[in-house]
């Protein structure tokens, strides 16, 4: 039998959590934070505050874990407020002209948290805000989907477990939230998902925050999807591929320092969660806990890791508090074994942001160079049958304003997201919670996007990927997506708010499900998401 092999003693063990606790935990909070909602994890503000970070008007600092709060949101726009008044000699008029219409909606967006926080240029109310919110109906989302299939289903990734069925489907969300003084926040999106097979009425998403006064902490308790690591095509640890998990989550509201002589060091930000997988995973109920934390020694550099534990489950040897605490640390424990009670995988991702890029290379104004690293626990000491993702993000290329590239390659050895006593694998109701090409695969993508604030959006994405590497047979998958956005369709009619999405995607499959046959999927849709 093998035996377990320990990278730490426990007691080392113990104290490395301890540290991540304290970290995530014990900060102090320099700044006032009333209780918000999340920003939903494919809200446009994600990718807007990223494109001005890389060209150095946003905290780098907040690119890599969601979702964040709506309060967070609104100082990370107000930092780019502040700093837009000093880089504008850095940017020509049609530059200028661009990061004016964006911040503008980034301002709209979030004008009442930015007004809570005293930002006085999105101030448009001759009263004080009333302490207590409710939004029976701030938004709806209907999206409609013809699937032309060669075989009965398949997942629409990232899309939070979305399964399309051959004919046409259908997903309408809605979403309600409501704030309580200083007190709390509380957020619930209802949804149904419609095919010509059958209807199925979910919480698509519901979660409630509370902000301790005077704590540099956020507790979130509810169902929600996140998104670890600085890739766009996928991650190792946590996406959207997988239907939302119902999570309890504690994040920092701030970077922070270190104190004392450590201070000078960089800045600190992590978030900490545990959910349950269902009925259905094997073993049956398993407990699913991971934390991520960051590091930001530069305003240019950023290094993360990142760790997931699964323990526990109908038939696996019983787990304590001791066991837990010890065994979700730094480290994880290398080896398995018939009385190994739990699963690891950890990252590591590095993230370097290149300004005014465009000085001395014609190319770009800006860019951001990145890499995650994962590991499976295995029977020996170092880990070396690893996963990895490398990309880049290219900003107002040849010098376009809202002309982005990104490219991004993924590999994933056979062992990952696989384990011999959680049978299911790294899995949340039958997808992937990871990257959605799963183990002993590769994925290579390359997006471009013409993006201009408050007209449209064009969005071409071409990726090629291999599943089942060491098999006889290997699936092979190109896929184009192209992509209209209209973010003001309506407004012609004096109809404010709505925005209209057309799309398509063409599935060249062969070898599907790593047999001889071949495949060819047509999806087109279209998507309207209106805003009270």
């Known amino acids: 039998m093998v035996q377990k092999i320990m990278l730490w003693s426990s007691g080392a063990k113990l104290r490395a959590f301890i540290l991540i606790l304290s970290f995530i935990f014990l900060a102090p909070c320099i700044l006032e934070a009333s209780p918000s909602v999340d920003v939903p994890l494919r809200h446009w503000s994600y990718d807007a505050i990223e494109k001005l970070a890389i060209i150095g008007l946003c905290d780098i600092a907040d690119i890599g874990i969601r979702p964040v709060s709506r309060i967070k949101m609104a100082y990370i726009v107000k930092t780019a407020i502040d700093k837009a008044r000093d880089y504008d000699k850095e940017f020509d008029w049609n530059e200028q002209d661009y990061l004016e219409t964006l911040l503008n909606k980034l301002i709209d967006e979030f004008r009442i948290e930015l007004v809570s926080i005293g930002v006085e240029v999105a101030s448009t109310f001759n009263q004080p805000l009333p302490k207590n ?4 109906l701030n938004d709806v989302k209907i999206e409609k989907v013809y699937a032309k299939l060669d075989k009965d289903r398949m997942l629409f990734e990232n899309k939070d477990g979305w399964i399309l069925k051959d004919g046409f489907n259908a997903r309408i969300k809605a979403t309600a939230w409501a704030k309580l ?6 957020s619930i999106t209802p949804g149904i998902r419609y095919s010509s097979e059958d209807t199925d009425v979910n919480i698509e998403d519901a979660h409630l925050r509370i902000n301790p006064t005077g704590w540099n902490t956020e507790y979130a308790i509810g169902r929600s999807s996140m998104w670890w690591g600085p890739g766009f095509h996928g991650s190792i640890l946590m996406t959207d591929n997988a239907f939302p998990m119902d999570t309890f989550r504690i994040n920092n509201i701030w970077p922070f320092r270190l104190p004392w002589i450590f201070k000078n060091m960089g800045r600190w930000s992590g978030t900490w969660f545990i959910s349950r997988l269902e009925k259905k995973f094997n073993p049956s109920y398993a407990m699913f806990s991971g934390w991520k934390l ?7 550099l950023k290094f993360g890791v990142g760790h997931i534990m ?8 019983g787990y304590g508090f001791h066991d837990f605490i010890g065994n979700s640390s730094l480290f994880f424990s290398s080896g398995g074994g018939a009385d190994d009670p739990e699963n690891h995988i950890m990252s590591w991702d590095a993230q370097l942001f290149l300004r005014r890029i465009d000085r001395f290379l014609p190319i770009a104004t800006g860019a951001k160079l990145y890499t995650e690293w994962g590991a ?22 040849f010098k376009i304003p809202g002309f982005d590239v990104k490219a991004e390659i993924a590999r994933f050895h056979k062992i990952f997201y696989t384990h011999f006593k959680y049978i299911s694998g790294y899995m949340h109701k039958g997808n992937f919670i990871g990257h959605h090409a799963g183990g002993d695969s590769e994925d290579v993508s ?15 994405t071409f990726s090629h990927m291999r599943r089942g590497l060491t098999k006889a047979f290997i699936e092979t998958t190109n896929q184009i997506r192209l992509e209209f956005s209209l973010t003001d369709a309506l407004k012609t009619y004096n109809i404010k708010d709505v925005e209209v999405t057309l799309f398509y995607e063409l599935d060249d499959i062969t070898n599907l499900e790593n047999a001889g046959s071949t495949a060819n999927n047509h999806i087109i849709g279209a998507e309207v998401t209106r805003k009270f």
């Open 133 to 136: 919110t409710l939004k029976i």
């Open 376 to 397: 499976e626990d295995e029977s020996k000491s170092i880990p070396v049958d690893l996963a990895s993702i490398t990309g880049a993000y290219f900003t107002d290329v």
């Open 310 to 317: 699964m323990f526990g489950g109908k038939g696996v040897n």
């Open 181 to 186: 003084s200083e007190l709390c926040a509380f």
């Open 294 to 300: 960051d590091y930001i020694p530069a305003e240019f």
């Open 446 to 460: 390359l997006s471009g996007i013409f993006n201009f604030p408050d007209e449209y959006k064009f969005s071409a």
